[in-house]
């Protein structure tokens, strides 16, 4: 499968911003997909999961309640909508996706075999 991220931008703390990732070359509907993010000099760090056939989904602790990860298997898209934002979520998003991945390795990057290029976001106080 191919992914293709997009949505980044520059907003204003508080705002909001709605990331997508396109999947393409195969229906994303049995594979578990996910986002991690990357700010400069840091490394890349989990960010939200989605289970592939209808399964949960998970957060990163400082993410939860104001991002929100949801999939349309007919679009073949997975879209990370992002609400109330700081500037410690300025970063570069990139989307993931494993057919194999289990429940507690979905914070691993390691275990994502398809990734997407990464789309800036950037959250100015």
């Known amino acids: 499968v191919q992914l293709q991220a997009s949505g980044g931008g520059l907003v204003q703390v508080g705002g909001s911003l709605r990331l997508s990732c396109a999947a393409s070359?195969?229906?994303?509907?049995?594979?578990?997909m996910a986002w991690f993010r990357q700010a400069p000099g840091k490394e890349r760090e989990f960010v939200a999961f989605?289970?592939?056939?209808?399964?949960?989904?998970d957060y990163l602790d400082s993410v939860k309640g104001r991002f929100t990860i949801s999939r349309d298997n007919t679009r073949n898209t997975v879209t990370l909508q992002m609400n109330t934002l700081k500037p410690e979520d300025t970063a570069v998003y990139s989307c993931?996706?494993?057919?194999?991945?289990?429940?507690?390795?979905?914070?691993?990057?390691?275990?994502?075999?398809?990734w997407g290029q990464g789309t800036q976001v950037t959250v100015s106080s």
């Open positions: 989605s289970k592939g056939n209808g399964g949960s989904t």
């Open positions: 070359g195969n229906n994303i509907r049995g594979y578990s």
């Open positions: 993931a996706a494993s057919r194999t991945i289990i429940w507690s390795s979905r914070f691993r990057d390691d275990q994502y075999a398809y």
